[in-house]
């Protein structure tokens, strides 16, 4: 049973705009969210996270949105960079430690267009 | 500083034979956490070792063992290999066996069952 999904496989932006990038969870005792980046050839990077307790945690040109009673996320990037282009794993997990409870969902390859 | 590194880069196998995957951690990383990713899929959560024991185990069948050398560097072995088995290994480091977000990924063995 898919815990997190990302509904979305691909996503295609101009560079500039915004690229937003969606997840749901399913389980309501999730109470941190994580999102990582995926290049080809490397592992995925830690990209931003937020905790339940917050609902929007920015870092730079990225914005993590949480909404707990949708049992919702978004990674929102503002403006889109050619190097953006990669996939996007959303992940979630019952505290902030523990590799054991982390769950990911499928991932969103984003493709930012010159 | 070299990152996370694994071997080898791909594998090749058949059903019934056993593999084993190595792990390097970031110098000074004590944690090293195994992952399964499927293509198509997510990260799937298969080992946590810390200080040489085992912190956590996925939902893997007992085909599946790992083990943590004094020096950190960690092993992944997979007996008796089904099609299935078939997916991207990652292996991540942390400095202590805590924060998701401390989790540094190397690149992946790629194994392919036959």
């Known amino acids: 049973d898919q815990q997190v999904k990302q509904n979305s496989p691909s996503l295609s932006v101009q560079e500039g705009r915004i690229s937003i990038l969606n997840c749901d969870y399913t389980?309501?005792?999730?109470?941190?969210f994580l999102w990582y980046k995926k290049y080809p050839a490397e592992g995925p990077t830690f990209l931003i996270s937020?905790?339940?307790?917050?609902d929007k945690n920015e870092d730079g040109r990225f914005t993590v949105f949480l909404n707990k009673s949708a049992k919702h996320l978004s990674l929102h990037i503002v403006p889109s960079q050619p190097g953006d282009s990669a996939v996007y794993f959303c992940?979630?997990?019952?505290?902030?430690?523990?590799?054991?409870?982390?769950?990911f969902g499928t991932g969103t390859r984003l493709t930012v267009i010159p | 500083d070299a990152g996370v590194t694994q071997s080898p880069t791909h594998l090749i196998k058949t059903r019934g034979q056993q593999v084993t995957l190595r792990c390097s951690p970031i110098?000074?990383?004590?944690?090293v956490s195994w992952y399964q990713q499927v293509l198509g899929q997510g990260p799937q959560f298969i080992f946590q070792?810390?200080?040489?024991?085992?912190?956590g185990r996925g939902n893997f069948p007992d085909r599946f063992s790992a083990r943590q050398f004094p020096n950190y560097s960690s092993e992944l072995n997979v007996n008796a290999l089904l099609l299935g088995d078939s997916a991207l290994y990652l292996c991540?480091?942390?400095?202590?066996?805590?924060?998701?977000?401390?989790?540094?990924f190397g690149p992946g063995t790629r194994l392919t069952v036959l």
């Open positions: 389980n309501s005792m999730f109470d941190y």
């Open positions: 110098s000074g990383h004590k944690s």
């Open positions: 991540a480091s942390s400095p202590i066996a805590g924060r998701m977000n401390e989790q540094f």
């Open positions: 992940a979630a997990s019952r505290g902030e430690t523990g590799a054991n409870n982390l769950f």
């Open positions: 937020i905790s339940s307790i917050k």
């Open positions: 070792y810390y200080e040489k024991e085992e912190r």
